[in-house]
């Protein structure tokens, strides 16, 4: 290799990089889009084979679901496209068609905390409300499906945080469950005591998506708000910075345990399981498991579910689930239709309750006296979720709960207190929701 | 600069040609050469030229974020915005909080990057030198310690990450040997360390592995003399397997460091994403990667990829890493030095040579 060559190599790079940029700087694009998810002029009526997209259908009840649909719809059929088990991959897969404008993914279980993102990119087909009714779910639910007062999926599943407590320690006690954070603290400091090792509650305040659900929890039961219904950021508030000082505190006084700061759900299950702390913030899931008798969980029989306690009422949960929406792109949008509204009706609910433990989006379900016995905190989780609030709807919605989380884990950890966490998360969001 | 050796054996030049054949032997083996490698190049073009001609391009653009006041709906494609993805650091600095105080996030995870690469690479080498000369002796179940080190450089990261993570988890084995509570998964200095040890663990077998096929180039008649002269242990270590280790050892240290430069799977499958005090520059190129701006991700990128190239010629120059090993280049490297000495010494125009095969040093 001469060194000729390699200059001549090098000049031949520069120049090709040179002509690329030119070439961009050109082609600049800055065209608005003629928005593809406008309600007008979709065929609603067009029929034919379509897919469904979902992540990993780890409980196994959609090889059912679908079989019952295409038996019935024999040219109508629903072919089931599993995406990665990890939601950020699920995220980016359905992002790359949306991008493409590829309707390869008809209809799509969108995350809550998605939706206003994939509607603002006009991702998502707008849902005529004449054609799809909402009536008889559950309106927060139907709110997280809504973007800019328009409708963009229907719900799927819906959930909502639960407090698990000691009942066998409580009727001890003499204690009823608590509704308040003063009587939590209160049930611990009667109960305490007596059981050597065990601390008092605990969430999920390790640094990722379960802490934006545990401090908004905390934020929205104190009174306070992250956003304004009018989209205007209000973490500054007396009330949203007690919330985040109630955290604090409890990280301080050792209500919570030092180590919870790096749990998730898994280790906060197991910690409750094992009979190390008395209160336990968690979702549905957690019921089945800590109830099971092969000896994996020390509390079986003797806890019980309430709504989650707040500062001065019972608390507001944050309001977990799916949407299903059908992609802009899709061919075929009068199945899709009528796929969504089939898996939103009562049937398929009831289905993806018994099998998978999905909470229901329809109201009147959670009184059903049948479910109730089956699922003991069924009616419990109603409560929860008709309180519950969606988390804020934003459409860089990763840049706010990242930011949401910066702040609230520096306070957690002592870098800052909680007024300057707030203060500084305040100047953050009016940034990022300009 | 191609004509300057041309002159030297101008009698079998056919005189109607005006660049005139370099050396007799090498007759059309340039352009074989160049025929035979050029699917490979071709390749290289399109895996590694063409995705970073794109990136430069991505560079310099950036997507329309902001949705419509009235509709809310965010307008298509992307506007070119110069340098801007790169100044913003400087322009718009996104404060956060690392180890290093309150500073932007790309900076701070260039410091965090350049911290983990010196630690690591440096306890990784005394780590690595030392498994290597325990590998070289002749004992008693050698091959099951040989295997033995070498586990952990065949598990996946992204799985010793994960095992790792139980071992630091606040409940874990690390804990409970040293009878503490350290919280290693949380987002401290703590959690640096973590990742620090949890990288010795699987790549110093890397640096022992490459250390232990230099030290078995050695002939042991070396150490003979050396033992014949007195030399004790530290002596000959320092002397001998040192210096004539070194060639393979810079070349295991050089890919250490750029393989650290760009480390990601370990704090993200450890520790986790959004913390400060492990997140690398990777790490930041993937999250904005993932909020939709390619622009800032490129640029970023683009930053790691400078600073590796920075860094990778520092090595060669100053160590002297040999990472072709091609003994013709090295010879015509020394033929040329030799050359230089003696047209300095004859004050006249150098010809510097291409090839050992023909083009003595004489000839003029």
Redesign the interface.
Known sequence: M????TTRRVLA?VA??GA??IT??CS??????G?A?AGGGVNWDERGPITYAQGKDTAGVWAGVLKEWNDAHPNEQVTLIELSPEA?QQR?DM?KRGQAKSGEFSVMSVDVVWTAEF????WLQELPKDKFPTDGMLASAVDAAS??GKLYAYPQSSDGALLYYRSDLLDKAGLKPPTTWDEMQAACDKVLPTQKGMSCYSGQF???EGLTCNVAEAVNSAGGEFITADGKPAVNSAEAVAGLTWMVDGFKSGMIP??A??WKEE?SRQAFQDGKILFLRNWPYVYNLASKTDGSSKVAGKFGVSPIPGKTGPGVSTLGGHNIGISAFAKNKGTAGDFIKWIASEAQQKTFLLKGSLAPILESMYADADLNKEFGYLSTLGESIKNAQARPKA??Y??VT?AI??AT??AL?G??TPTDAFNGLQTKLEDLL? | MSQGAATTIAGNTPPFTEKRKKNLLSDGQGTLAGFLISPTMLVILFVVGIPILLSLRESVFRKFTTPDPTTGMIPEGESFVGLQNFTDIFAHPQAVDGAWGNIDRLINSFLNVTFFTIICVAIETVIGVAMALIMARAFRGKGFVRAAILVPWAIPTIVSARMWGLIFDADGVMNKILGQQILWLADNSYSQWAVIIADTWKTAPFIGLLTLAGLQTIPSDVYEAARVDGANAWQQFVRITLPMVKPALVVAVLFRTLDTMRMFDLPWGMIGQGKYYVETISMFAYIENNQLRYGTAAAYSLVLFAYIVLVAFIFIRLLGADVIGDEETRAITEQRKRQKALAKAENRKIKLAKTTITSGEFQS
């Open positions: 001469t060194h000729a060559r790079a090709s990089v690329v940029l961009a700087a600049s694009s800055s065209t608005p889009s928005s998810a950020d980016a992002i509607a603002a990119n006009g973007y800019f390790q640094k990722y030092k180590e700061i790096t280790e459409v860089r990763g840049d990242s989380q910066d884990y520096a950890q870098q800052q300009k």
